[in-house]
């Protein structure tokens, strides 16, 4: 007899980790440019402006190739597309550091966007074929620890690679594409080899167990929307699209801060390298939430106010950064703004999965996270473009307080209307 405790532990320790830290990996290598900001705008002449578009065409090729991607991934299967992925990012990584323009950086940027795409939605889905419904908030509040852990890591590393400067004829910043995008290659072959597809294809399961979780989501997925002769018509959902818009606001708030956090600690006068400790502590906060949030959400009939009450606090939080003079305050403040930004996203990621299953969940969850990713774009252009307007370093957590808090809203409504569907349904 199969335990079904015993089972999902020994998913969690196979896939888990490994996943979490290819996504470490990913999100290092896209936010490295908060901290290569710090000394690239001086040497490519660019304004805080300019750079900020730069940084911010990831999101339009992440855009354009997230559903596509992810549509390949249930064709091509995980190991070998995520292989792809992963090996395609790390080399646009390393091609950042020899950036001799302008033109180059937002080419580059855009490419990465277009490569990683699909990754992270990738990792939505494959937690829908290998865990069952009750456990998937506490899956991806594991997985998104490792972007806790990678803003902690990322921090001091992005320091004190800028204070290599000089080092064999490198610019700091130079050094700081180099470092993250060598280990994206490595992962990305090691990735051929170690993932399995399926649950029908791992070797670490016994059959009973195999058929055990086959049984178990194909009873929880019966009658839901799968669209298997075309995932796009997902796109199409008004739910998909609605979800879509109430996302918006997070990943907007979340890369808002983390892009401008550093350039905020530098305001209090620091070196690069107390910026990169220093930026540690907020995302040790973010990781203690991802743990805490999602887990207790799980054993909660209403996981409503698990998405939106860190929200709420998230952006009360910001709000009172904006308005305190006192460093000390503002950071305060600001750590706990970075845990309410993204406590309550894994639990939110647990909701298309109530109407969605298969092409149709692997289109729709791509389509949710790259319409929303696009507040990442609006973030890395508008936050330095209100700082440049009112010369003011922390102004722009005005901007990020009301965008979390209409996010907040939103899924209040959403999670209404679905429930209300999911009743007349019954």
Not at 12 to 17: E, I, Q, S, V, Y
Not at 169 to 179: I, K, N, S, T
Not at 250 to 257: D, E, K, S, V
Request: hydrophobic residues 55%.
């Amino acid at each position: 007899m199969v335990s079904e405790k015993s089972l999902i532990s020994k998913i969690t320790w196979r896939l888990m980790p490994f996943l979490g830290v290819l996504y470490l990996i990913a999100y290092i290598d896209r936010q490295n440019v908060s901290f290569a900001k710090l000394q690239m705008v001086g040497d490519l002449g660019l304004s805080e402006y300019a750079y900020g578009l730069g940084a911010s065409l990831f999101f339009i090729g992440y855009f354009i190739f997230e559903v596509p991607s992810n549509l390949l991934l249930t064709r091509f299967g995980a190991s070998r597309w995520f292989a792809r992925i992963i090996i395609s990012w790390g080399l646009v990584t390393i091609a950042l550091a020899y950036t001799s323009s302008p033109t180059m950086f937002y080419i580059l940027r855009f490419l990465l966007g277009a490569c990683e795409a699909g990754f992270f939605p990738g990792v939505l889905y494959l937690l829908t074929v290998w865990f069952p419904r009750d456990y998937r908030a506490r899956m991806v509040g594991l997985f998104m620890i490792f972007s806790a852990l990678a803003n902690a890591i990322g921090a001091p590393l992005g320091g004190m690679l800028l204070d290599l400067d000089g080092l064999l004829g490198y610019a700091g910043w130079e050094w700081v594409f180099l470092a993250t995008g060598v280990p994206a290659v490595i992962a990305g072959i090691f990735t051929l080899f170690y993932l399995d597809d399926t649950p029908d294809r791992a070797k670490f399961l016994t059959q009973d167990e195999k058929d055990w979780l086959k049984n178990r989501i194909a009873s929880e997925n019966s009658g839901m929307e799968e669209h298997a002769d075309d995932g796009f018509r997902a796109l199409i959902n008004p739910r998909v699209l609605f979800m879509s818009l109430c996302y918006v606001g997070f990943p907007l708030a979340a890369y808002g801060l983390s892009y401008w956090l550093p350039t905020i600690v530098k305001s209090f006068g620091v070196s690069n390298t107390a910026n990169g400790f220093i930026n540690i502590i907020p995302w040790i906060a973010v990781a203690i939430s991802l743990y805490v949030i999602p887990a207790a959400a799980d054993r909660a009939k209403n996981k409503t106010l698990y998405i939106v009450g860190p929200a709420f606090i998230g952006a009360a939080c910001l709000l009172m950064s904006a308005l305190l003079t006192t460093p000390v305050l503002q950071f305060t403040f600001l750590c706990i703004a970075a845990a309410g930004i993204f406590a309550g996203q894994p639990v939110f990621w647990s909701l298309p999965g109530r109407f969605l299953k298969g092409a149709g969940a692997a289109a729709g969850l791509a389509a949710i996270n790259s319409v929303g990713n696009l507040g990442g774009f609006v973030a890395q252009n508008v936050v330095p473009w209100i700082k440049d307007q009112t010369g003011s370093t922390i102004a722009p957590m005005f901007f990020l307080a009301f965008c979390l808090a209409v996010a907040g809203v939103l899924v209040i409504i959403a999670t209404r209307t679905i429930a209300s569907e999911n009743r007349a349904t019954a």
